[in-house]
């Protein structure tokens, strides 16, 4: 069965850092190849953070996360991480990893792009920044 367990989230300062872990099942790197992180804030729409093409990287990101988050993918094990730095209240939200099967790089991209094409989804982990 696919699976994915966020951790890693929690209450911090303004200006410090997290690691977000995705670990994922055995069944789940079977079948899919692209990942992604996304995030959502209560009374907001979910918001593509990062993503990757597991089978040949590299990471990409949404246009504003690119400064200060940065995608990481063990191919052995399958967990994603995401490191964020210097946080900001904005950033508070529920961050939730995702899994698809993709025919290629373009199409993860694409998929990541359009948000809910994803077919797991974990159950998320929740940021919260205070300044």
């Known amino acids: 069965q696919a699976r994915l367990v966020e951790s890693g989230g929690g209450s911090v300062q303004a200006g410090g850092s997290l690691r977000l872990s995705c670990e994922v099942s055995r069944d789940t790197t079977l079948r899919t190849n692209c990942m992604a992180w996304f995030r959502q804030a209560p009374g907001r729409e979910r918001e593509a953070v990062a993503g990757i093409f597991t089978r040949s990287g590299p990471p990409f990101y949404a246009d504003s996360m690119k400064d200060r988050f940065t995608l990481h993918h063990i191919n052995r094990s399958g967990t994603l991480y995401l490191e964020i730095n210097n946080l900001k209240p904005e950033d508070t939200a529920m961050y939730i990893c995702?899994?698809?099967?993709?025919?290629?790089?373009?199409?993860?991209?694409?998929?990541?792009?359009?948000?809910?094409?994803?077919?797991?989804w974990g159950q998320g982990t929740q940021v919260t920044v205070s300044s």
């Open positions: 995702a899994a698809a099967w993709a025919g290629d790089s373009g199409d993860c991209k694409t998929t990541f792009s359009r948000g809910g094409t994803f077919a797991y």
